[in-house]
Protein backbone atom coordinates (compact mmCIF):
# COMPACT_ATOMS: atom_id res chain seq x y z
CA UNK A 1 0.00 0.00 0.00
CA UNK A 2 1.34 3.29 -0.72
CA UNK A 3 1.02 6.77 1.44
CA UNK A 4 -2.74 7.51 1.62
CA UNK A 5 -4.34 10.72 2.98
CA UNK A 6 -7.41 11.11 4.32
CA UNK A 7 -8.60 14.81 5.12
CA UNK A 8 -11.73 16.81 3.63
CA UNK A 9 -12.44 17.73 0.62
CA UNK A 10 -11.79 21.46 1.15
CA UNK A 11 -8.28 20.75 2.92
CA UNK A 12 -7.18 18.48 0.35
CA UNK A 13 -8.02 20.93 -2.62
CA UNK A 14 -5.19 21.77 -3.88
CA UNK A 15 -4.43 18.17 -4.47
CA UNK A 16 -7.31 17.08 -6.33
CA UNK A 17 -6.47 17.22 -10.07
CA UNK A 18 -6.97 15.41 -13.31
CA UNK A 19 -5.19 12.11 -12.65
CA UNK A 20 -5.27 11.83 -8.68
CA UNK A 21 -6.09 8.72 -7.60
CA UNK A 22 -9.17 9.05 -4.57
CA UNK A 23 -11.89 7.67 -3.08
CA UNK A 24 -14.84 8.36 -0.43
CA UNK A 25 -13.67 7.64 3.05
CA UNK A 26 -15.87 7.47 5.73
CA UNK A 27 -15.08 6.21 9.32
CA UNK A 28 -13.15 3.17 8.25
CA UNK A 29 -11.93 1.55 11.46
CA UNK A 30 -11.10 -1.67 10.68
CA UNK A 31 -9.63 -1.57 6.90
CA UNK A 32 -7.62 1.16 5.24
CA UNK A 33 -9.08 1.61 1.54
CA UNK A 34 -6.70 0.48 -1.09
CA UNK A 35 -5.85 -1.04 -4.29
CA UNK A 36 -9.36 -1.46 -6.77
CA UNK A 37 -11.18 1.01 -4.31
CA UNK A 38 -9.56 3.79 -6.11
CA UNK A 39 -10.55 5.84 -8.81
CA UNK A 40 -8.15 7.94 -11.37
CA UNK A 41 -9.49 11.58 -11.95
CA UNK A 42 -10.29 12.12 -15.92
CA UNK A 43 -12.01 15.67 -14.78
CA UNK A 44 -12.02 17.81 -11.65
CA UNK A 45 -14.72 20.33 -10.91
CA UNK A 46 -15.57 22.69 -7.73
CA UNK A 47 -18.47 24.26 -7.52
CA UNK A 48 -18.94 28.08 -6.11
CA UNK A 49 -19.88 25.89 -2.74
CA UNK A 50 -16.80 23.89 -3.02
CA UNK A 51 -18.50 20.81 -3.59
CA UNK A 52 -16.40 18.69 -6.11
CA UNK A 53 -17.13 16.36 -8.99
CA UNK A 54 -14.75 13.71 -10.42
CA UNK A 55 -15.48 11.71 -13.69
CA UNK A 56 -13.55 8.72 -13.79
CA UNK A 57 -13.27 6.02 -17.18
CA UNK A 58 -14.12 2.47 -16.46
CA UNK A 59 -14.57 -0.63 -18.43
CA UNK A 60 -17.05 -3.43 -18.39
CA UNK A 61 -16.14 -7.00 -18.58
CA UNK A 62 -16.59 -6.76 -22.40
CA UNK A 63 -14.35 -3.93 -22.64
CA UNK A 64 -16.95 -1.20 -23.55
CA UNK A 65 -15.63 2.18 -22.22
CA UNK A 66 -17.87 4.03 -19.31
CA UNK A 67 -18.25 7.66 -17.96
CA UNK A 68 -18.92 8.09 -14.22
CA UNK A 69 -19.69 11.14 -12.46
CA UNK A 70 -18.65 11.17 -8.75
CA UNK A 71 -20.00 13.92 -6.14
CA UNK A 72 -18.70 15.14 -3.13
CA UNK A 73 -19.16 18.25 -0.32
CA UNK A 74 -16.94 20.31 0.85
CA UNK A 75 -16.88 18.69 4.39
CA UNK A 76 -16.73 15.10 2.84
CA UNK A 77 -13.69 13.06 3.98
CA UNK A 78 -11.89 11.39 1.26
CA UNK A 79 -8.55 9.68 0.74
CA UNK A 80 -5.99 10.77 -1.82
CA UNK A 81 -2.88 8.03 -3.12
CA UNK A 82 0.56 9.01 -3.25
CA UNK A 83 1.64 9.28 -7.26
CA UNK A 84 4.97 9.62 -8.49
CA UNK A 85 6.31 10.54 -11.87
CA UNK A 86 7.60 7.43 -14.27
CA UNK A 87 8.20 10.14 -16.82
CA UNK A 88 7.32 13.73 -17.98
CA UNK A 89 4.03 13.69 -17.98
CA UNK A 90 3.30 10.10 -16.96
CA UNK A 91 2.35 9.44 -13.62
CA UNK A 92 1.74 6.24 -11.59
CA UNK A 93 0.61 5.19 -8.04
CA UNK A 94 3.66 4.76 -5.62
CA UNK A 95 4.34 2.56 -3.88
CA UNK A 96 6.26 2.90 -0.45
CA UNK A 97 6.07 1.71 3.02
CA UNK A 98 2.21 1.51 4.02
CA UNK A 99 1.36 4.45 5.65
CA UNK A 100 -1.83 6.58 6.86
CA UNK A 101 -1.60 10.29 6.61
CA UNK A 102 -4.77 11.69 9.50
CA UNK A 103 -4.88 15.67 10.26
CA UNK A 104 -3.61 14.32 13.63
CA UNK A 105 -0.63 12.81 12.41
CA UNK A 106 0.29 9.57 10.92
CA UNK A 107 0.12 5.40 10.92
CA UNK A 108 2.29 3.30 9.86
CA UNK A 109 1.71 -0.38 9.17
CA UNK A 110 3.76 -3.13 11.13
CA UNK A 111 5.48 -5.91 8.90
CA UNK A 112 3.49 -8.80 8.81
CA UNK A 113 0.41 -7.08 10.41
CA UNK A 114 -1.86 -6.91 7.29
CA UNK A 115 -2.91 -3.45 7.49
CA UNK A 116 -4.35 -4.15 10.54
CA UNK A 117 -1.48 -3.31 12.94
CA UNK A 118 0.43 0.08 13.27
CA UNK A 119 2.83 2.37 14.78
CA UNK A 120 1.04 5.62 15.12
CA UNK A 121 2.96 8.84 14.77
CA UNK A 122 2.26 12.82 15.82
CA UNK A 123 2.66 15.53 13.00
CA UNK A 124 6.16 16.22 14.06
CA UNK A 125 6.88 12.70 14.17
CA UNK A 126 6.96 11.88 17.87
CA UNK A 127 5.77 8.23 18.54
CA UNK A 128 2.59 8.02 20.36
CA UNK A 129 2.18 4.22 20.51
CA UNK A 130 3.43 0.89 19.07
CA UNK A 131 1.60 -2.21 17.35
CA UNK A 132 -1.70 -1.38 18.28
CA UNK A 133 -5.29 -1.70 15.97
CA UNK A 134 -6.28 0.18 13.62
CA UNK A 135 -9.77 1.38 15.40
CA UNK A 136 -7.61 2.79 18.57
CA UNK A 137 -5.27 4.63 16.25
CA UNK A 138 -7.25 6.27 14.34
CA UNK A 139 -8.98 7.28 17.56
CA UNK A 140 -5.55 8.40 19.28
CA UNK A 141 -5.22 10.48 16.04
CA UNK A 142 -8.81 11.76 16.00
CA UNK A 143 -7.99 13.49 19.45
CA UNK A 144 -4.65 14.95 18.58
CA UNK A 145 -7.01 16.60 15.25
CA UNK A 146 -5.87 20.56 15.13
CA UNK A 147 -10.17 20.40 14.82
CA UNK A 148 -13.25 18.51 14.82
CA UNK A 149 -13.17 16.85 11.51
CA UNK A 150 -16.88 16.34 10.74
CA UNK A 151 -17.69 13.61 7.90
CA UNK A 152 -20.87 14.30 6.10
CA UNK A 153 -22.99 11.68 5.45
CA UNK A 154 -25.43 13.36 3.55
CA UNK A 155 -29.28 14.37 4.00
CA UNK A 156 -28.03 17.17 6.64
CA UNK A 157 -26.04 13.87 8.94
CA UNK A 158 -22.52 14.45 10.01
CA UNK A 159 -20.52 12.65 12.55
CA UNK A 160 -17.06 13.47 14.17
CA UNK A 161 -14.80 11.88 16.81
CA UNK A 162 -13.05 14.61 19.55
CA UNK A 163 -12.57 15.19 23.06
CA UNK A 164 -12.70 11.41 23.63
CA UNK A 165 -16.33 11.33 22.28
CA UNK A 166 -17.90 10.20 19.00
CA UNK A 167 -20.58 13.01 18.00
CA UNK A 168 -23.51 12.66 15.72
CA UNK A 169 -25.24 15.15 14.07
CA UNK A 170 -28.80 14.42 12.57
CA UNK A 171 -32.59 15.37 11.22
CA UNK A 172 -35.21 15.87 14.71
CA UNK A 173 -38.18 16.81 12.56
CA UNK A 174 -39.89 19.53 10.35
CA UNK A 175 -38.96 23.24 10.97
CA UNK A 176 -42.42 24.53 12.06
CA UNK A 177 -41.32 27.49 10.30
CA UNK A 178 -40.56 26.05 7.32
CA UNK A 179 -42.45 27.47 4.31
CA UNK A 180 -42.81 26.90 0.31
CA UNK A 181 -39.81 29.64 -0.24
CA UNK A 182 -37.73 28.67 2.85
CA UNK A 183 -34.72 27.40 1.69
CA UNK A 184 -34.20 23.24 1.65
CA UNK A 185 -31.78 23.35 4.23
CA UNK A 186 -33.79 25.21 6.92
CA UNK A 187 -36.73 22.58 6.31
CA UNK A 188 -35.41 20.79 9.21
CA UNK A 189 -34.27 21.03 12.52
CA UNK A 190 -31.39 18.72 13.92
CA UNK A 191 -29.53 17.45 17.07
CA UNK A 192 -26.55 16.70 18.30
CA UNK A 193 -25.93 13.84 20.08
CA UNK A 194 -22.78 12.63 21.88
CA UNK A 195 -20.96 9.63 23.60
CA UNK A 196 -17.82 8.35 25.09
CA UNK A 197 -15.73 6.61 22.54
CA UNK A 198 -16.74 2.77 21.73
CA UNK A 199 -20.02 2.77 23.82
CA UNK A 200 -23.59 2.21 22.22
CA UNK A 201 -25.90 4.94 23.56
CA UNK A 202 -26.21 8.77 22.12
CA UNK A 203 -27.47 11.50 24.56
CA UNK A 204 -28.69 14.18 23.13
CA UNK A 205 -26.29 17.29 23.64
CA UNK A 206 -28.24 20.04 22.00
CA UNK A 207 -31.74 19.80 20.30
CA UNK A 208 -34.21 22.14 17.78
CA UNK A 209 -30.88 23.17 15.99
CA UNK A 210 -32.06 25.39 12.40
CA UNK A 211 -29.27 23.91 10.59
CA UNK A 212 -26.57 21.44 10.45
CA UNK A 213 -24.29 23.77 11.70
CA UNK A 214 -25.72 25.18 14.50
CA UNK A 215 -25.63 22.02 16.04
CA UNK A 216 -22.05 21.58 15.25
CA UNK A 217 -21.71 24.27 16.91
CA UNK A 218 -22.50 23.46 20.03
CA UNK A 219 -19.84 20.88 20.31
CA UNK A 220 -16.85 21.44 22.17
CA UNK A 221 -14.35 24.12 20.63
CA UNK A 222 -10.71 22.58 19.27
CA UNK A 223 -8.66 22.82 21.66
CA UNK A 224 -4.69 22.48 21.57
CA UNK A 225 -3.62 19.11 22.23
Known sequence: MPHITEDTVTRLRDRITPGTYLTDSPFQDHRT?????????????????????VTYI?????GAKRTTDLYYSADTMIAVQDMTELRPGVWTQAHND?????????????????????????????????????????????????????VDKGDGNFTARGHGREWLVKRDGRNPDFTAHTPLTRAWLYTLFSRPLGAHEYEPIAEGCATPEGARNSAPQPQDV
Not at 34 to 45: L, M, N
Not at 58 to 62: F, V
Not at 110 to 128: M, S, T, Y
Open 33 to 53: PFGSDFHRAETVAFDDSGRLT
Open 98 to 150: ARLILPGGYMDACPGGNLRIWNVFAADGKQLAQEIGTADARALLDERAPEMIW
Open 58 to 62: WYTEG
